[in-house]
Every structure is written in C-alpha cells, then in structure tokens.
C-alpha cells in the first residue's frame, strides 16, 4: 500500500493562528485529499488536492479557513487559518494508490487542539 | 449529495460470535464501497472494498455483501476475536472520482473475551 507521511503528529494552537499540516506521499499515489475527523465522529472530506492548481472544496469548506496547496505529485499541505476551539480535529491527508486499483490509504493524522 | 447511514452505532459480542454493522446509501450513481477499521489513537485501515458489479466478497473472516437495488451494504465478521474491537466505517463514492468518500458515522465493535 501507498506510504504517506503527514506532520505535525500533533499540535496545541492559541485561538486566531494558523497550523499548516504537512503531507509527503510516495510516486504511486495518483491523487490526494484532506478529510477532517471531529472528536468521537466520523470521517469528512475536506478537499482534493490538485498538483499545480486550486484545490477542490467540498460544501462547507471554504479555500480562506483552508488553504490547500499540492506543488508536486507528492507533497500537500493543508492550513487551517484563524483557527477557534470549533476547529479542533484530527486532520488527514490521504491518498488513492494507483498500485492497489485506486484504494485509498490515509496518513497518520494530525490532532489539532485549539485553546 | 451522498448520505451514508450506518447501524448499529455500538456492537457487543463475545469472542468466537459473528457481528454485522448494516449501511445504507443515497446516490444511486455510488458503486464504490470501502470499510476502514480505526483503532483507538490510529489512522483508519481499508480491510475490504467492493465494487457495484459484484454482490459479495470475502477475505478470510471478513465479507461484504451489496444489494444495488435496496441502496445498502454489510459488513460480516465471523468468529469474532478481541483484537477486532475498534471502530469500524463504511463509505460510498463513484468510480470516476475514487477518493472522494462519503463516510458513515462508525460502529464501535467491542468483542468481549
């Protein structure tokens, strides 16, 4: 399965910062996403990365709180900006395995606490 | 949208039991169907998929099973083990847009020994 590489682990953020969350994938990784988990719930996907051009946003998430950039086929970054205590998650980036008929695989996430 | 539904939201079972966890789906166009188990503090593991041209698929103790017509999905998990206690996810999406998943809400899945 496809190797992606995501940090900060986890970060503690004061109120009206930003995080970037850094995302590194290996060569057979064809496309990638950013999903965010809430605390106890399930998985929502934020974004898809596209290399060279704006990401694509999903109802409810808008490019000025989450900034997304894919410079290369295999690095993503992912900003949550003007973060309040709403915006604490785990963030994960993900990616679909060309090797593996296009399954998904996900990074190790990010825990975003926001005080 | 896509709108997932997934039931129970907890299962308990006793070791050696099979559990179930049922998901219905909205978009007739989904044909696309994953599960993910997460354990606690970890990144969710795809365990098995199956795709809208077929009704049933196994690995070992695991299946899945797909009713187009009906719009929902099972997970089976026989003989049931402690080390299968984790939170277990089903999702739906479309073949032109793999990657793009909409989610259920999760089943905890506790396996007593």
């Known amino acids: 399965s496809a190797v992606i590489s995501q940090k900060p682990s986890r970060d503690i953020c004061q109120r009206g910062t930003s995080l970037t969350i850094q995302c590194q994938v290996d060569?057979?990784?064809?496309?990638m996403f950013w999903y965010r988990q809430q605390p106890g719930q399930s998985l929502t996907l934020i974004a898809t990365?596209?290399?060279?051009?704006?990401?694509?946003?999903e109802s409810g998430f808008v490019i000025d709180k989450f900034p997304i950039s894919r410079p290369n086929l295999t690095f993503s970054t992912l900003t949550v900006s003007n973060m309040s205590p709403e915006d604490s998650s785990i963030y994960l980036c993900?990616?679909?395995?060309?090797?593996?008929?296009?399954?998904?695989?996900f990074g190790s996430g990010t825990q975003l606490s926001v005080l | 949208g896509e709108n997932v539904e997934q039931h129970p939201s907890t299962l308990s079972v006793q070791e050696g039991d099979s559990a179930v966890i049922k998901c219905t789906y909205s978009?007739?166009?989904?044909?696309?169907f994953p599960w993910y188990k997460q354990e606690l503090g970890k990144r969710p593991q795809l365990i098995i998929d199956?795709?809208?041209?077929?009704g049933e698929k196994k690995d070992q103790r695991i299946a899945v099973t797909l009713n187009k017509t009906a719009k929902h999905f099972s997970l089976h998990i026989t003989e049931t083990q402690p080390e299968d206690s984790a939170v277990y996810f089903c999702?739906?999406?479309?073949?032109?847009?793999?990657?793009?998943?909409?989610f259920g809400r999760g089943t905890q899945l506790t396996v007593w020994p």
């Open positions: 978009d007739s166009a989904s044909n696309y």
């Open positions: 993900s990616g679909r395995d060309g090797s593996t008929n296009e399954k998904l695989f």
């Open positions: 990365a596209n290399q060279g051009s704006e990401a694509t946003y």
């Open positions: 199956i795709r809208s041209n077929v």
């Open positions: 060569s057979q990784v064809t496309m």
């Open positions: 999702a739906a999406g479309r073949g032109s847009t793999l990657g793009r998943l909409y």
